[in-house]
C-alpha cells in the first residue's frame, strides 16, 4: 500500500463550487504539505502543518484552505473555486528529523470550468 | 538547465550514454539541496540531497554535484535506462525548516 495516498485522482468541477481534497498517509511524520504544480513551472507550496495543532500559509494560500483533522490526515479546500486553480495537487509528508525529505503522494489532477 | 517557464528545457540522452542534469539556485544562504524524480502520472520521488558543506555525494547510478561558488547544482546519471525518463527537479532549502524552493523541471527523454 501507498505511504501518501490522495482522493480524488481527478476531479472536474464547475466555478464557484467548494472542493475538498484528502490526504492520508502511514508513515507517521508529523509534518505534511500541500503543493499545487502547474504546466512547466516547479512545485509551488500552499499550506504546510507541523503538527495537529500547528498550519502555516505557504507562497500561494489565497483561495485555499486547509484543515488537519489527525496526524494522518490534511485536507485542502477550494471554497469557492476558479479556472486558474486548475492544476496537479500534491500532498508530501516529512519526518521533523529530516524535514527536508519530503514524500510525496500520487497527486490530483483538479479541472475548474 | 532550470528555467520558469511554460516549456520545460529537455535532455535527450541515448540508452546507455551518461545524463547530466543541470540547475543554478538563487539562494547563497540554502545550505540543504535534494533532487526528485517525477514520473508521468506520479508525484516527485526522492533521489539524492546534499548539504552544503559536501561538494560531491554519491547513491546508486547518480551523483550530485554542488558548486557554492556559482551556485550551481548538477545531477549526473550513469548509463542512463529507459526508467530513468522523467521530469528532475531540484530543490533548495532556504533556511526554513521543510519550506523547500523548487525549480521548474528538466524533462530527461531516453531514446534506444
Known amino acids: 500500500d501507498a505511504d501518501v495516498t490522495q482522493t480524488p485522482r481527478n476531479r472536474i468541477t464547475k466555478t464557484g463550487k467548494r472542493i475538498m481534497l484528502e490526504c492520508s498517509q502511514t508513515?507517521?511524520?508529523?509534518?505534511m504539505y500541500w503543493y499545487r504544480q502547474d504546466p512547466g513551472l516547479g512545485l509551488q507550496l500552499i499550506y504546510y502543518?507541523?503538527?495537529?495543532?500547528?498550519?502555516n500559509k505557504g507562497e500561494i494560500s489565497d483561495g485555499y484552505s486547509v484543515s488537519r483533522q489527525a496526524q494522518a490526515k490534511f485536507s485542502l479546500s477550494l471554497e469557492s473555486a476558479i479556472p486558474n486553480q486548475t492544476a496537479l495537487y500534491f500532498c508530501?509528508?516529512?519526518?521533523?528529523?529530516?524535514?527536508?525529505?519530503?514524500?510525496f503522494g500520487p497527486g490530483t489532477r483538479l479541472t475548474v470550468l | 538547465g532550470e528555467s520558469v517557464g511554460l516549456h520545460l528545457p529537455t535532455l535527450s540522452v541515448q540508452e546507455g550514454d551518461n545524463s547530466i542534469i543541470n540547475c543554478a539556485y538563487s539562494?547563497?544562504?540554502?545550505?540543504?539541496f535534494i533532487w526528485y524524480k517525477q514520473e508521468s502520472g506520479k508525484g516527485p520521488q526522492f533521489i539524492i540531497d546534499?548539504?552544503?558543506?559536501?561538494d560531491k555525494r554519491q547513491g546508486q547510478r547518480v551523483t550530485v554535484l554542488l558548486n557554492k561558488t556559482v551556485k550551481h547544482l548538477s545531477l549526473q546519471i550513469a548509463a542512463t535506462q529507459p526508467g530513468d525518463s522523467a521530469v528532475y527537479f531540484c530543490?533548495?532549502?532556504?533556511?526554513?525548516?521543510?519550506?523547500?524552493?523548487f525549480g521548474a523541471g528538466t524533462q530527461v527523454v531516453v531514446t534506444p
Open positions: 508513515k507517521g511524520h508529523d509534518r
Open positions: 530543490a533548495e532549502n532556504q533556511g526554513s525548516w521543510g519550506k523547500l524552493q
Open positions: 502543518s507541523f503538527d495537529v495543532k500547528d498550519i
Open positions: 539562494n547563497s544562504a540554502s545550505d540543504y
Open positions: 508530501a509528508t516529512s519526518d521533523p528529523d529530516r524535514p527536508d525529505t519530503q514524500y
Open positions: 546534499i548539504r552544503s558543506n559536501m
